[in-house]
């Protein structure tokens, strides 16, 4: 069982950074893939970003591609902690964001069926 709390978000202007962060209750092993999941108001929750160790030490990470080059996922290195620097954020990316961690698994797969444990989601707003 793994708990997990976002912080983090807020009430930006268009072009701003926000950088979200999402704690663990324990520490994660290398094969538990951590992902950023967002959904607008009236939309379905989409992926954003998740990062794993397929091998035990090398990271991956994938990104939807609406925030490739403007989001950056990362975790630390007791893999308690990961984060999403959002940077020239949008109106678009307005949602709640939400954090999730997988069950045991390699790859770092983006649909929500693969992540068990999720955290109560953090707003997110972008002015124009």
């Known amino acids: 069982q793994v708990q997990l709390v976002e912080s983090g978000g807020g009430l930006v202007q268009a072009g701003d950074s926000l950088m979200l962060s999402c704690a663990a209750s324990?520490?994660?092993?290398?094969?538990?893939?951590m992902g950023w999941f967002r959904q607008a108001h009236g939309k379905e929750r989409e992926f954003v970003a998740a990062?794993?160790?397929?091998?035990?030490?090398?990271?991956?990470?994938r990104y939807t591609d609406s925030v490739k080059g403007r989001f950056t996922i990362s975790r630390d290195n007791a893999k308690i902690t990961v984060y999403l620097q959002m940077n020239s954020l949008k109106p678009e990316d307005t949602a709640v964001y939400y954090c999730?961690?997988?069950?045991?698994?390699?790859?770092?797969?983006?649909?929500?069926?693969?992540?068990?444990?999720w955290g109560q989601g953090t707003q997110v707003t972008v002015s124009s």
């Open positions: 324990r520490r994660t092993t290398s094969t538990y893939a």
């Open positions: 999730a961690a997988s069950r045991p698994i390699l790859g770092v797969p983006m649909s929500a069926g693969d992540y068990a444990y």
């Open positions: 990062i794993n160790w397929s091998d035990g030490s090398t990271q991956y990470t």
